[in-house]
């Protein structure tokens, strides 16, 4: 997930370094003679900076500090597939494709620093009992980062909700909110405009708790002559929903 900018400036009145508010201070400022004009402002400069230190006192911007990461008892991990829990999958007919050649499955990679840890990973399935001469896609990827400098939630439903906006001929997103996941959770739905049979499922689930945010993402496509037949949004919304609870607790351990 993108980190989220924090605002700055003061603005277009001003220098910079001068909060807002301060009346402009100096010989002849203000009315009725230089000596009452520069006393009005040097009374409004003092109520001014008293009432802008409260706000640097209370937002702990004063002494340069930053408002502490609420990570939720989250860790970070080099290898999130370790802590990536499978069995709805399994328990749903899919099994981890063997690995091939060069290729690794499950593939796991790991970013640590001071402002945001991420972590990823990536695993191939197919469905159980698949013979050679079908073809499917499926895989679940899955993401998590801990938000060590930036607090994610002001902006977190926004990201997913922007879904709503990607339309085309063929297929539309539908973003729903989901209860029983971290503080707040949103499925992202591709639904297709054909009446033709089912023949895979996009779908995303999104979870943020605290500074700690998490996205895992089902994708399946099985051949129309495959054997096997894809799960229906509804079906991968529910794999991901018990894969998520069951992570996302041993990310805490």
């Not at 981890?96 to 499955?105: A, L, V």
Request: charged share 20%; net charge negative.
């Amino acid at each position: 997930m993108p980190s989220i900018p924090l605002g700055g400036g003061y603005g277009p009145m001003g220098a910079p370094g001068t909060p807002p508010g301060v009346p402009p201070m100096g010989p002849g400022g203000g009315t009725g003679g230089g000596g009452k004009g520069w006393l009005w402002g040097l009374g409004g400069a003092v109520v001014a900076s008293a009432v802008w230190a409260g706000v640097l006192f209370a937002t702990g911007g004063f002494d340069g500090s930053e408002a502490e990461a609420d990570l939720a008892g989250y860790r970070y991990t080099t290898n999130l597939c370790g802590s990536t829990d499978s069995q709805a999958f399994k328990d749903s007919g899919y099994e981890q494709k063997d690995e091939s050649g060069s290729t690794s499955n499950p593939q796991h990679s790991s970013s640590e620093n001071p402002a945001l840890d991420s972590m990823t990973c990536n695993i191939d399935f197919e469905p159980s009992g698949a013979s050679s001469s079908d073809y499917s896609s499926v895989w679940l990827y899955t993401t998590a980062s801990l938000h060590k400098k930036t607090d994610p939630g002001p902006e977190f439903e926004a990201q997913y909700r922007a879904y709503e906006d990607q339309k085309t001929s063929t297929y539309s997103y539908r973003v729903s909110p989901v209860r029983g996941l971290g503080e707040e959770a949103y499925v992202v739905r591709q639904e297709s405009k054909s009446s033709t049979s089912n023949t895979g499922a996009y779908v995303i689930l999104a979870v943020r708790d605290g500074w700690m945010t998490y996205q895992s993402t089902w994708s399946e496509y099985v051949s129309t002559s495959s054997s096997a037949s894809a799960k229906t949004p509804e079906e991968a919304t529910e794999m991901l929903k018990k894969s998520a609870k069951a992570t996302l607790e041993k990310m805490k351990g």
